[in-house]
């Protein structure tokens, strides 16, 4: 089983900045894919930034040239950079990663793995 572990959220002012961080725990081989979704009240869950195992990035259109994912390979852990930030991120942001790890019997499994969510509200 993996476990993630988010920290950084909070309440800021309108063009201010956030560093979100997420640590994965667990049995992990290889993480193949890890991202940020975002949950605002009323709507549906959407997906904010991703990051492959080689590098490769995608974001929102809504926060492109504001966001920036990141990632430390070595800790298993996933960052995302806020800046700019807008009442409309306000939102719970959720960390997922899937990648492959072990099942307690060490046989290979693929895991999909969500943190608990970390409110990030964005005052005007």
């Known amino acids: 089983q993996v476990q993630l572990v988010e920290s950084g959220g909070g309440l800021v002012q309108a063009g201010g900045s956030l560093r979100l961080s997420c640590a994965a725990f667990?049995?992990?081989?290889?993480?193949?894919?890890m991202g940020w979704y975002r949950q605002a009240p009323g709507k549906q869950r959407e997906l904010v930034a991703s990051?492959?195992?080689?590098?490769?990035?995608n974001y929102a259109d809504s926060v492109k040239g504001r966001f920036t994912i990141s990632r430390d390979n070595a800790k298993n852990t996933v960052f995302l950079q806020m800046n700019s930030l807008k009442p409309e991120d306000t939102a719970v942001y959720y960390c997922?990663?899937?990648?492959?790890?072990?099942?307690?019997?060490?046989?290979?499994?693929?895991?999909?793995?969500w943190g608990q969510g970390t409110q990030v509200t964005v005052s005007s």
């Open positions: 997922m990663v899937a990648g492959v790890g072990l099942t307690p019997g060490n046989a290979l499994t693929d895991f999909d793995s």
């Open positions: 667990g049995r992990i081989l290889r993480i193949n894919r």
């Open positions: 990051i492959t195992s080689g590098g490769s990035t």
